[in-house]
């Protein structure tokens, strides 16, 4: 507003002191690795605005669950994966937005193609990296569920890891295998027990049944559920 009355002058003044509110609070947004809106800026300055949720923050908490239910449908090694997620997400903060955390809503397809830095930067097969992500998912999908996040960031995302094709031991590779353990052997009795644990090595319950390799039935041989048309169990001999 122009002009030299009393009036003027004192909206300039308030438009001035509006001003340095909304850019303090813009600091105040980048410093809390907060999302930057209009709304969130609308928000924080009439005092509407809740606690961001940052992502680390939720995934040591996701993490204490899965600790809290080890033996009760969650094994250590669960645990163990979902903690080394946790510590590759903190080097990727660090090392894409220098930041030591980041609001969940900042989260999208950039973000987690990113995060495929594993892969260039920590030397991570593409498998291992697709776990770490698969992780990163169950994080964000629990945030989706509580209405967390507006938008889902895997929404687009299509994963790079390719399926492991099992090798399987030939005839004469488990006669090779059994020949040195019962030459081996140092007791009485403990080569045959190693052989027979060999051959068991796999069964999933009393209804497994497998195809194809040694007789048609060893456990080291392609079960069926991994049997594609027209593929043989082995290796070629």
């Known amino acids: 507003m122009s002009g030299t009355r009393e009036a003027a002058k004192s909206f300039n003044a308030y438009l001035d002191i509006l001003l340095a509110k909304v850019q303090d ?22 005092g509407k605005a809740g606690k961001a949720r940052l992502l680390l923050e939720l995934f040591q908490e996701y993490n204490r669950k899965i600790r809290a239910l080890i033996g ?15 510590n590759h997400l903190n080097s990727f903060l660090q090392w894409k937005y220098h930041v030591s955390d980041i609001d969940i809503n900042r989260l999208d397809h950039e973000f987690i193609t990113d995060f ?9 097969g593409a498998n291992a990296a697709a776990k770490y992500i ?14 967390w996040l507006r938008l889902n960031p895997f929404l687009r995302y299509r994963s790079k ?3 492991t094709e099992r090798v399987f031991l030939t005839k004469s590779e488990l006669e090779a295998i059994a ?32 195809t194809g390799g040694v007789d048609h039935y060893w ?3 392609r079960p069926s559920s991994m049997r594609s048309s027209g593929q043989g169990a082995a290796r070629s001999q």
């Open 134 to 147: 698969k992780n990163l998912k169950k994080v964000v999908n629990d945030c989706l569920a509580k209405g």
């Open 179 to 210: 020949s040195k353990i019962l030459y081996r052997a140092t007791r009485p009795g403990t080569g045959h027990l190693f052989i027979l644990l060999l051959y068991g090595t796999g069964l999933r319950g009393p209804n497994s049944t497998f």
């Open 219 to 221: 456990p080291l041989c």
């Open 72 to 86: 009760n449908g969650f094994e250590e090694s669960t645990l163990k994966g979902y903690r080394t997620t946790l």
């Open 161 to 163: 890891a390719k399926p």
């Open 116 to 124: 495929e830095f594993l892969r260039s930067e920590v030397k991570i």
């Open 25 to 46: 609070t813009h600091r105040s947004l980048l410093e809390g690795n907060a999302e930057i809106t209009a709304q969130n800026i609308k928000n924080k300055l009439t």
